[in-house]
């Protein structure tokens, strides 16, 4: 496979702060690749170094085997959908998505003719006439995605562009991000600080704290096996349980990951720990009780048949032996 | 018992306050009257009855205004004389408005991309100054600056440019014997006046464009001059044209600095200076004022068939 972007210890500091901190890594062609973590944490300044908004205060990032040192973003095989859309006002849909071929000094008939192919992949077959203003919010975010597709680029940045959309039309557009991806077979780099839409829709991902990649691989790999405890409270806010509680388990001695849906609730001696239900949330399709086990919190996700428990009262816990996960690093 | 508690106070002001609340078009009827008013009647009134003049004539051996209607004022103004007035001082409306948009839009382009904190302050002082001061002693110094004796000859003189200045003076029409008595001299002085106006809208224009659309333009492969010509330039283009109402209908009625620097002859303003004053013809002053409005309602409109608000 190749390697469609290759960062190689790449910083990007500015003044003090270090929004990007010494990260490598590689995204391989044709995948679907998600950078994941709360604001602030490098995520957005690393899709800005790929497509050059922005430029490395140290390190090389290669596009494809090639440099991007001193190339401008357009003169880069990348197009960004980006987190606002940023489609031109002034121009009418149709207009919008033809810019890129039109700036590349395509046929007026001939940029049309694609641009109105590429609405219909969006499916705004109908809207090509109209002003980006008159457009809802998810119509405007198929355009942008028109917009840079029309230009077949080899890797598609997209930044956080399920930000503004209601939870209905995210779902929606997840999906069909996903199969886009899967039909044009290009490289897709997206930015969420959402860990559901990059777990259900990512190949691979990276996890981004404070400018470094904590952890990368398959969404099941970082689901369940959590590298760090940030990475087990940030994906899935799992229970991350300390070395002397897991120990008296007779676990390892390190921080380990425990996920709430896979401990239930027991009364009898089968019990692993027994603590007091602190609250309970009602989640919808099912609950979160908050259990206090010693001096830590449990949280705990009983399956939706089990009968709840009452707050104060004591319960038991426990979970089979392969759920306790034990983390490498703090 | 009554569901909302009533206000303790009901004072004839809280009365009034929910007076107002109930009927929120009554606030707004009586917060526009006054200037309505005041925009009809001084504005609008003397606007018509400038239209009514220009529909009189003046008779030729008496004098007398004759209160007929009648189009002949307007005839006059195609006399060879009153014509060569109105080319020239819309020629050079036109050419102080396409030279302080060429002046202003990079001024006003690093202030509303660039410019941050105090820089940015600094860039309104430096644009609103010139409007502090009086417009008088700005043009009586640009006289001292234009003239033979004045700073641009010695200037110009010390790096042994003067057969340039000559050459420039020269040329027929727009050159004469200094820069004070020339057209280049008048051009000059309207531009410096005037270019605030241009500043100002356009900056405040390019302020409004998103930064990320700059980028978006440059990831779907634009050049930076592709960039400016389909998309910071469209998006502009209504505060240039806001720019350019100010800077071309101020030159086409000033009356002042034609006067004052430049050759000796007339402009609109200064005709019709000229006719409602010494003259004592004031159909046809009337007729001249109305001159610019035609011109700018023209310009308006070619303007917004041209789409130049389409993006507002």
Not at chain 1, 202 to 213: P, T, Y
Not at chain 1, 261 to 266: D, F, P
Request: aromatic content about 10%.
């Amino acid at each position: 496979m190749t390697t469609a972007v290759e960062f190689q210890n790449v910083s990007r500091h500015f003044g003090s702060i270090k929004a990007v901190d010494d990260v490598s890594l590689k995204i391989e062609e044709g995948t679907f690749f998600a950078m994941l973590g709360p604001s602030g944490s490098g995520k957005t300044t690393c899709l800005r170094l790929i497509s050059g908004f922005d430029r490395p205060t140290e390190g090389h990032i290669q596009i494809f085997g090639e440099t991007s040192e001193g190339i401008p973003p357009n003169r880069r095989s990348v197009n960004t959908v980006f987190q606002d859309y940023a489609l031109f006002p002034h121009l009418n849909v149709r207009d919008n998505v033809a810019y890129g071929l039109m700036v590349k000094g395509e046929a007026k008939a001939s940029r049309l003719k694609q641009a109105d192919e590429m609405l219909a992949l969006v499916k705004l077959d109908d809207y090509g006439d109209r002003k980006p203003a008159q457009l809802s919010g998810g119509q405007r975010q198929r355009v942008a995605l028109a917009r840079a597709l029309v230009n077949r680029p080899r890797v598609l940045l997209l930044d956080e562009p399920l930000g503004a959309l209601d939870l209905k039309l995210r779902e929606q557009m997840q999906d069909e991000l996903k199969s886009l991806q899967q039909a044009l077979g290009i490289t897709f780099v997206f930015v969420t600080h959402d860990q559901g839409e990059a777990l259900s829709m990512a190949d691979s991902l990276a996890v981004f704290n404070e400018g470094k990649i904590v952890q990368i691989g398959t969404p099941q790999d970082v689901y369940q096996r959590p590298k760090t405890r940030f990475v087990a409270d940030f994906v899935g806010s799992s229970n991350v349980l300390p070395p002397d509680l897991c120990a008296q388990l007779g676990g390892e001695s390190k921080w380990s990951s425990l996920r709430p849906e896979s401990i239930s609730i027991t009364e009898d001696a089968t019990a692993k720990v027994s603590g007091t239900v602190k609250g309970i949330r009602y989640l919808g399709s099912a609950n979160r009780v908050a259990v206090a086990v010693a001096d830590t919190e449990i949280s705990v996700m009983p399956s939706a048949s089990s009968p709840l428990p009452e707050i104060g009262q004591s319960i038991g816990l426990t979970w089979s032996n392969d759920a306790l996960h034990s983390m490498d690093e703090e | 018992m009554s569901a909302i508690d009533q206000p303790t106070s009901t004072s004839f002001l809280n009365r009034m306050s929910d007076a107002f609340w109930r009927r929120p078009k009554l606030l707004l009827a009586l917060m526009l009257a006054p200037p309505l008013l005041w925009l009809g009647m001084i504005y609008v009134g003397s606007l018509f009855s400038l239209l009514i003049q220009s529909f009189f004539s003046i008779d030729e051996f008496s004098g007398v205004i004759q209160y007929e209607f009648t189009l002949k004022t307007y005839g006059e103004l195609f006399r060879p004389a009153n014509y060569d007035i109105i080319i020239r001082t819309t020629l050079m409306a036109a050419a102080v408005t396409v030279a302080s948009a060429i002046v202003a839009f990079p001024v006003a382009y690093y202030a509303a991309r660039y410019a941050r904190g105090k820089i940015k302050a600094l860039f309104y002082l430096g644009a609103m100054l010139p409007l502090w001061s009086s417009y008088l002693v700005k043009i009586y110094a640009w006289k001292l600056i234009l003239a033979k004796e004045g700073i641009i000859n010695w200037i110009v003189d010390g790096i042994g440019l003067t057969w340039l200045l000559k050459a420039i003076l020269s040329i027929p029409v727009i050159g004469g014997n200094s820069l004070s008595v020339s057209y280049i001299g008048t051009f000059l002085v309207f531009l410096y006046v005037w270019l605030p106006f241009m500043i100002l809208p356009v900056q405040a224009a390019l302020e409004r464009v998103p930064g990320n659309l700059l980028e978006a333009s440059g990831d779907l492969g634009a050049s930076s001059r592709q960039t400016f010509t389909h998309v910071i330039f469209p998006l502009a283009l209504p505060g240039i044209v806001a720019g350019s109402i100010f800077t071309f209908s101020l030159t086409l009625g000033d009356y002042i600095i034609p006067q004052i620097v430049g050759s000796s002859r007339l402009f609109i303003g200064q005709a019709v200076f000229a006719h409602q004053g010494t003259a004592g013809n004031i159909p046809l002053a009337a007729a001249f004022a109305v001159v610019p409005i035609l011109i700018m309602a023209l310009y308006l409109w070619a303007a917004k068939r041209k789409g130049a608000f389409d993006a507002l």
